[in-house]
């Protein structure tokens, strides 16, 4: 038996319309769909076996599950980060499978400082994993062994500070420290955490600040004795007090703050696959593995800190204000 | 327990895996040998496998591969010049001298012996005086680590010394090569050219292998084979004499193997410190008290023992900052601290009371490793000696591929490639005119670590240049720098006054 279907102009006309939308709509459906095909290359602009190395490993570990491809690592240090966005801005496709995994902190800081040949809007952070705040500690054999201790001897003559870089949030938790105490500081650059771990650590300079989460993981060796921001871990930074209960200020929290992100272009061009990682970013977050994940790294759960693209934009406008207005100390002019 | 006890209990356990160790130390060679690959990137590619087993076969695999990588970098710069690592970048100065008279197999016997002797002594020592070790960082600042460094650099005078002004001249080269970059204070670009892959410096790898591997299968093309032919036109053969000859020529110098792994122990411990510092130090230090200088770059046995024991003591030296301070001594020991902080451990001065087996174990893999390493790879050393006969219409092809690849790896950048093909067409250059390409190499390697070391302490005085003799022990190491330069020059007037011969 056969069925005449009558085709009439409107049954026609939605029919059309209807495929027509179909039609544009199934590469688009499908290639969401596919996607991701292969692996996500991720651009760290710090060296490997840093925090940040540490950091990705420990998060990338449950995102994979949800993504369903995994993540390759790729280590582009230099120039307090720089080079890391400068090849990820200039040589990785936009195609969201080329993604970096920045600190906003340190690094955004950096573009205030410094601008880079790319313009900061070209591309966008979208998953904040950690909230750490910089801290100022000292070595576990150092003379200095107080925040009294450092700020009477540093009226007293001007005490060489490490930091990782220049441009560091803790940097300028410093700077604020020394314009509320009139103690005098001299930030020296010490390349990277562990360097300037090793300075305080070994008498290099007198005392060091550095991401809060880098002090903890290095143990009984440091000290620490003032945190620029909350102290959320309480006897793991020797229960140091903030900067403001101990100086009765309000500064912001110098925090710096590890994100994933990726090209606006990316963002435009492929809705559908920058809605995928967003979603799978959220889900490997509440993964209750996440914070096993975490611990054993040596991370520290407590600054795991979920942000999508607001909170990161919100962010990352701070730093850049931040580094505007410190920009005669951090640079030397 | 004693210590005793747990150190027996510790060398049973690690010798229990030995079907992990001679594998890896096979693996480790082929790593270290090939440019641009290196333990410390190995690691990072295997460590899905290294998590993946228990904390002690990792241990055991790490370590290994360590210390066979190290061994591994001095074959192809004693065989083709090419060193694998900047670790190695002394070593062809002697060895491949050496290759190009026949000895390619004595020398290769001989950087065994003094890698494996080196690497096991200053293992022992390191594990014996740990505590007081720990302490050299603590001593070792910016100011003292400048006057370490001068004694690398000052290498390029002694190069010099042949032809002063071309000496000098190739090594200010290499100091304005080693200047490119980002300064180490406020990231400002210099001399990148516009080249973003320049921001960091010029990548130690391409430079290597442009300048010595490159320009070297350039000039080799214009011979038969790399080895010279003997007097009655025949090419020497490999045989088992000249491997047996390798190790009583090392263990007759034993003396010279302790002291110069030694110095790679010290400059190992100090955090940030390196194998290319250590082997150009050592170098350095080997030629100023030696009674025949003039013979170094010749194909000197001593010329190449020092390097090789030097750059093997760095692996034990880097170990024990990690261990008791837990602050990593270079790159491959901060792989192994993020792959032990996935097993849980933590490193610090608490370690040997909470873990001993894991802070001793270390050590012991690495002694273990150094024994089975010397009595597996000594008798490979005539089969890899045959390189060298390989006639250059292949081989000189194959070492570029193989150093232009070696050059791409680290960073996966093309441009590295191109940067390795122009260090060889200045290697080449500066050979056929008569300037040494390891006075421009010595700059380019030492020359940003010095500047490191020097801005960091004037930023640290406020720009008093006084601050360099500011401390007992860097004013103790300028008077040993001074004399080191000094007196071989004495010594040599003094002979030359007495009549004596050099040797």
Redesign the interface.
Known sequence: MTRNIKLNRRTFLSTSVAATGMALAAPHVARAAGYPEGNINVFIPT????GA??NF?AFSSIWKTKLGTDFEP?F?????G??GY??YM?KAEPDAYNLIFGNMGPEVL?WAV?AP?FDVNDYLYFGRVDTDPGALFVGA?SKLQTLDDIISEGKKR?L?VGTS???HPASIGLLALGEVTGAQF?L????GG??T??GA?????DFSVLTSGSLI?????VKTLLVFGENRVGERLDNAPSMNDAFGTDLPEMLSSRAFGIHKKAVDDHPDRFEILQRTFKEAFEDPGLLDAYV???GTPEYLNYGGIEECAAFKEAMLELGAKYKPLL??A | MDASTILLEVFLSTISYWYVIIPTIFLGLIVGGVPGFSA?NTI?ILMPLTLAMDLEMGLVFMVTLYCAARMGAGIPAILVNIPGTAGAAATPLDGYPMSKQGKGQQALAISFVSSSLGGLLTTIVALLTMPILARV??YM??VEMIVVMLFGISLIASIAAQDMLKGLIAGFLGLMIGSI??D??????RGTFGF?EL???VPLIPALVGLFAVSEAFIIIEKKVIVNKSEDGTTPTANWHDTFEGVRISLKRWWHIMWTSLIGLVIGVI??AGASIASFVAYQQSRSFSKTPEKYGTGHPEGLIAPEAANNGVTSGTLV?LLV????GG?TA??M??VM??H?V?????LFESQPEIGYGMFMAMAVAYLLMVLTILPLSRYMSHVTTIPTIYLAPMIISFTLVGGFVP??YMFDMYLALGFGVLGYIARRTGYHVAAILIGVILGPLLE?YFL?AL??S?GDITVLFSSTLGNILWVALAASLILPIVMDMRRKKQGVPAE
């Open positions: 060296r490997e076996g840093g190395d540490r490993r790729g582009y240090p230099g120039a307090s720089r080079v400068e090849i200039g950096n410094q040949s054999e001007k060489n870089r220049m441009a001299n020296i650059p010490l390349s562990k360097n771990v090793a650590v070994t008498g290099e300079v993981a290095a143990g009984d060796s054993a790294s040596k640079t030397g | 410390a990072i960082g603590f600042h910016s970059g980002t180490v204070v406020y990231a400002t670009p973003l921001y960091d410096g955090p940030g900052p301070l837990g602050i990593p790159a901060a792989i601290l993020v902080q996935f849980g933590s490193f610090g001065p608490s960073r996966e490191t960091r930023k640290k406020d």
